[in-house]
């Protein structure tokens, strides 16, 4: 629905993937008259698939007590945004992967999380400010690395659930449009 792909699992962590692959349409030709435009709609887009990442991570804290009673159970969410580098590894079982810094930033996000919070990271906190995604949000500050300085983080408060109603609205309309 959300245009969003689960890559794998591994452990209790769930991992899924906003915006990869990208869409061939706008990568393609950037070196023509319309580059600008296409660069616009690029950074558009990105911003569009980080907000959907948030509402998921939301939307799967809020599903999580309707699907299990143990409060001893918790979910911490973490998000990051950036390159990667896909392909499909193995020759038994091939599974679709993703590779990167972006990657293991993510998994960090997750980890020093807070239970029951959406964590993001700066760079996509201020892709959603960028792309007019924005959330009512909690400044932190993580220690990721040891010897290395602390970075700023953010915690989503609550959804922006008028713009995502609107574009899961109009995700399912283009669905329905190729299934027809």
Same mark, same amino acid.
């Given at each position: #629905?959300? *245009?969003?792909?689960?890559?794998? %699992?591994?452990?209790?962590?769930?991992? $899924?993937?906003?915006?990869?692959?990208?869409?061939?349409?706008?990568?393609?030709?950037?070196?023509? =008259?319309?580059?600008?435009?296409?660069?616009?709609?690029?950074?558009? =887009?990105?911003? *569009?698939?980080?907000?959907?990442?948030? *509402? +998921?991570? &939301?939307?799967? /804290?809020?599903?999580?007590?309707?699907?299990?009673?143990? +409060?001893? &159970?918790?979910?911490? $969410?973490?998000?990051?945004?950036?390159? $990667?580098?896909?392909?499909?590894?193995?020759?038994?079982?091939?599974?679709?992967?993703?590779?990167? #810094?972006? $990657?293991?930033?993510?998994?960090? #996000?997750?980890?020093?999380? %807070?239970?029951?919070?959406?964590?993001?990271?700066?760079?996509?906190?201020? /892709? /959603? =400010?960028?792309?007019?995604?924005?959330?009512?949000?909690?400044?932190?500050?993580?220690?990721? *690395?040891?010897?290395?300085?602390?970075?700023?983080?953010? &915690?989503?408060?609550?959804?922006?659930?008028?713009?995502?109603?609107?574009?899961?609205?109009? &995700?399912?309309?283009?669905?329905?449009?190729?299934?027809?």
């Amino acid at each position: #629905m959300w *245009e969003l792909h689960k890559v794998e %699992i591994i452990g209790d962590a769930y991992w $899924v993937s906003a915006g990869c692959p990208a869409k061939p349409c706008l990568h393609a030709g950037a070196d023509d =008259e319309s580059a600008p435009s296409k660069t616009t709609d690029l950074q558009k =887009e990105r911003a *569009e698939f980080a907000m959907r990442a948030v *509402e +998921v991570g &939301l939307a799967l /804290l809020r599903a999580l007590t309707s699907v299990c009673d143990d +409060v001893s &159970l918790q979910m911490r $969410v973490g998000i990051h945004t950036g390159s $990667v580098v896909a392909g499909v590894v193995g020759k038994n079982g091939p599974r679709y992967h993703l590779f990167g #810094m972006t $990657v293991g930033y993510a998994q960090k #996000m997750e980890s020093s999380g %807070i239970p029951g919070r959406v964590q993001i990271s700066d760079v996509t906190h201020t /892709l /959603l =400010e960028a792309g007019g995604h924005a959330y009512d949000y909690e400044e932190r500050t993580v220690d990721m *690395e040891a010897e290395e300085p602390p970075v700023r983080t953010w &915690l989503v408060n609550k959804s922006n659930a008028r713009k995502a109603i609107h574009i899961h609205k109009k &995700l399912m309309e283009e669905r329905c449009r190729q299934l027809s």
